[in-house]
């Protein structure tokens, strides 16, 4: 499979500052059907990530979102095959990797993109049994 993660990547990808609250994140994640909004700075450097994981503590919705988001963040250049985000998202146990190009977020993927991907595909195990048919006289 050779597609690259610029071909399946979410290229509008919805961000918050530092200073935003988690009221705002819930708020943004609600109304745009996402789990996971990257933290940027005022110059769209990546400073962090906000996932629904993160909010199952249930914060305070005036909690700016500093104090919870998660400073590591997986990031992955979009020219690299999708086969590299899915080796991070499974060595880390992650199911967002944010991409970016010269520390600018320029996508998002989800390991649901990465299901779906499979799915539309419908790829079939390597070295699985063929099953015959047998035909009626």
Known sequence: MSIRIADLMAKKVITAQPHHTVGHIRTLMTRNRIQAVPVVDS?????????????????????????????????????????????????HKIHHVVITHEKEVTGIISSYDLLKLVEDHHFEIKGAKKTQTRKSA
């Open 43 to 91: 110059d769209g450097k990546l400073l962090g990530i906000v996932t629904a994981t993160d909010l199952v503590s249930d914060p305070k919705a005036e909690t700016p979102v500093n104090k919870i988001m998660t400073e590591r963040v997986y990031k992955v250049p979009a020219y690299n095959n999708v086969s590299v985000a899915a080796r991070v998202m499974r060595k």
